[in-house]
Nanobody, 126 residues
Framework: QVQLVESGGGLVQAGGSLTLSCAAS????????MGWFRQGPGKERDFVAA????????QFARSVKGRFNISRVNTKNTVYLQMNSLKFEDTAVYYC???????????????????WGQGTQVTVSS
């Protein structure tokens, strides 16, 4: 049984930083690209960031590029999202996802991910 569990969400002031973690189990972690998506209240789920299976390639949404970083430690079956210079509009439930993506590919299509975590709430106060 595959399970993705996010943690690290909470309340933070604008301009602050927060790091989310997603621990995976029940799958060969290194066989999957990992992505982060978010959904704010009354909004559609949007792509945030993704990282390739090896960790060599990363992709970011325009709205977070330069502020967020994604990383993974395959020996720990964990992917991270480091969020800096947080803005009020970053407020959302953040989800991690795993998908069998590889090579030169756009990693921001949620339908291409097979497994999803339950989400963790990030609230940024202005």
């Amino acid at each position: 049984q595959v399970q993705l569990v996010e943690s690290g969400g909470g309340l933070v002031q604008a301009g602050g930083s927060l790091t989310l973690s997603c621990a995976a189990s029940g799958l060969t972690f290194s066989d999957y690209a990992m992505g982060w998506f978010r959904q704010g209240p009354g909004k559609e789920r949007d792509f945030v960031a993704a990282i390739s299976r090896s960790g060599v390639t990363t992709q970011f949404a325009r709205s977070v590029k330069g502020r967020f970083n994604i990383s993974r430690v395959n020996t720990k079956n964990t992917v991270y999202l480091q969020m800096n210079s947080l803005k009020f509009e970053d407020t959302a439930v953040y989800y991690c996802a795993a998908g069998p993506l590889c090579g030169s590919h756009y990693y921001g299509v949620d339908d291409e991910y097979d497994y999803w975590g339950q989400g963790t709430q990030v609230t940024v106060s202005s």
